[in-house]
């Protein structure tokens, strides 16, 4: 059983990782780091030229129409680049809510823009640290229009559209969560830059005060229509850990063949040794985990929500890991801003949280295999 992706995917894997070591070499990383722009504008419009944004959007709404196993393959050489881009944002999120439950109007309206780069899309959830529940949920949508702060939102200053969640004013059920979607560029719209470890992927805060708000999905059906998403996500973005982990380790691994010490090689030594090989295996396990979300995904099983858990969770730990001990093989050089550890580092830190903490999907792990032992146990 063959359970690597196909020649052509492979093919158009090592297409776009020429590209971007061409086009995003790290010191185009860090001149978003160190400048005033918010992402690689040119880059990301290179990308939908590619194909890359519009990779598993469908053609008639001016996608590619490949699929997700292809979205995967892709993903994850943008992880390894750092691509300095709101992919995770606008197409891991903002285009999949509306594949899920945007009318053909909709999709119509806003999916050819997301997939040639024309317009960047966002995910507006959380609004206080914690549990992101419906509970605490204090945006309200009321009579076409929308009040509330979402913070910290992905791309949030920079998107032009955003699917929010909010409580639907009036309604019976308080846990009834409803998605709607805003034009950023509108009235009543205020954005604040939030601070956070990786500037190269923005935050913001985001509020609204009577913002026109379009319905999104049947009312009440929010949850449903997250969770489903955010699986979807968990997939995509364990692919972009993956690329950062494996990069990582190849950063480490240069360092410790080119760096001598009392006349030797350090990656000679034992330690170097045992740390690199822990590296790979966590990695490793990683990208084992990640395939199988990918299948999940690309097959629409059943087990995606256990797949989606398990890949986020092992790569979100190895992705972590990776970058802190790269940073520890190049020593105390690699604490220093002209090394490139740090830049991976910050990523490992920022995708940890893109949609959700680690000991969030590590809960929802248990409970999802919990679950489904029970399902599967005979009555």
Known sequence: MNLDFSDEQIMLRDQLRRFLKERCP???????????????????????????????????????????????????????SLAPVPVSSSIYLAAQFLMLAGSDEQKSRWLPGIASADIVGTFAMTENPGHAG?????????????????????????????????????RGASDEISLFLVDLNGPCVRREVVENIDPTRSQARLVFDGAAAEPLGNAGEGRAIIERVLDQAAVLIAFEQVGGADRSIELARDYALDRMAFGRQIGSFQAIKH?????????????????????????????????????????????QHCAKNSIQVHGGAGFTWEFDCHLYYRRSNALGLAVGSLWTWEDRLIERMVSRERDLAPN
């Not at 790290?26 to 690689?40: C, H, K, M, P, T």
């Open 275 to 319: 740390m690199l090989a822990d590296m790979y295996v966590s990695a490793t396990l990683a990208r084992s985990n990640a395939y199988y979300g990918a299948w999940a995904l690309s097959a629409n099983a059943s087990e995606l929500p256990v797949a989606a858990a398990n890949a986020r969770v092992s790569a979100t730990q190895a992705f």
């Open 134 to 170: 419906s509970a605490a949920m204090r945006t309200i949508a009321e009579r076409g229009t929308i009040s509330g702060v979402k913070v910290p939102v992905p791309d949030g200053d920079i998107a032009d559209v955003a699917v929010v969640a909010a409580r639907e004013h009036g």
């Open 26 to 80: 790290i010191s185009a990383v860090r001149s978003v780091l160190e400048g005033n722009s918010s992402f690689d504008r040119v880059l990301y419009k290179e990308l939908a030229g590619l194909g890359v944004l519009g990779a598993a959007i469908p053609e008639e709404f001016g996608g590619v129409g490949l699929g997700y196993l292809e979205l995967c393959v892709l993903a994850e050489e943008l992880g390894r």
